[in-house]
């Protein structure tokens, strides 16, 4: 399978428009791949809060309608990294706001969403404009070939919390599909955790971080492919980048088939 991950790069300056345009063309670039992710709410940006009600949208808004037409266009598998969603109605806590993935298929039509589960801000940012959300997403991606390819779908903070992956392993998953808004303050702990989920998970990592500045923020870069055994198939810098990778998914059966750790799972 061919991957592209767009590790797209930006600033407070660039209007929201040109940045969806400037994102679609890139996508539209990587035809040829059988998946492109983009980072985490790459378009309403991943800090600045105070514009997320503002550039909230749902998920058939135009910021969704463009990046399906640009999956139709390039013929790829497109995971969009995330949007802020406007809720068709509040949920439990009252909010009317998610951080949502979408996933588009080949034809630009949706496979499937995700509302991030963790919420990151420790009471502040996401946790008091956001519903979290309550379901564990592994969907079959519609790539083609003989071996359904299952993919965990989550976002940037979700990866601190490891039973979320073992859930998605338990239901299938052989890969994880994560887009971030991840800081360069914390990058460390950001390529240690995504070696960390494919060593204990024995699967595929496909991590799609943000470049540039915005808010205030420096953002990490350093999006990363790590392989089912912790090997990093591929790294980017902290600029905007796109990496193009191939993975062999029998990797995965290989790597359980040699190592069966899994099995010996207690608890």
Known sequence: MKVALIQLGYADGEPVGDRVARAASMVVAAAGHDLVVLPELWAPTGFDYRTW?????????????????AAAEAGVVLHA?????????????GKHLANTSLVFGRDGGLVTAYRKIHRF????????????????????????GQVPVMA???????????????QQVDLGATLFVIPAAWPLARIAHWSLLARARAVEDQCFVIACNTAGT?????????????????????????????LSVDLDLDEVRAARASFPVLADRRL
């Open 214 to 242: 915005h808010a205030g923020v420096t953002m990490g870069g350093h999006s990363v492919v790590v392989g089912p055994t912790g090997t990093v198939v591929a790294e980017a810098d902290t600029e905007e980048q796109v």
């Open 81 to 93: 990294g995330s949007i802020i969603e406007r809720l068709p109605h509040a949920g439990v806590e």
């Open 152 to 166: 965990g779908i989550s976002t940037c903070y979700d990866l601190r919390f490891p039973e979320l992956y073992r």
């Open 53 to 69: 009600a503002e550039r909230a949208e749902p998920v058939d808004g135009a910021i969704a309608s463009a990046m399906a037409a």
């Open 121 to 144: 801000g420790f009471a502040e940012g996401e946790p008091s404009l956001l519903e979290a959300g309550d379901e564990i997403v592994v969907t079959e991606l519609p790539v083609g």
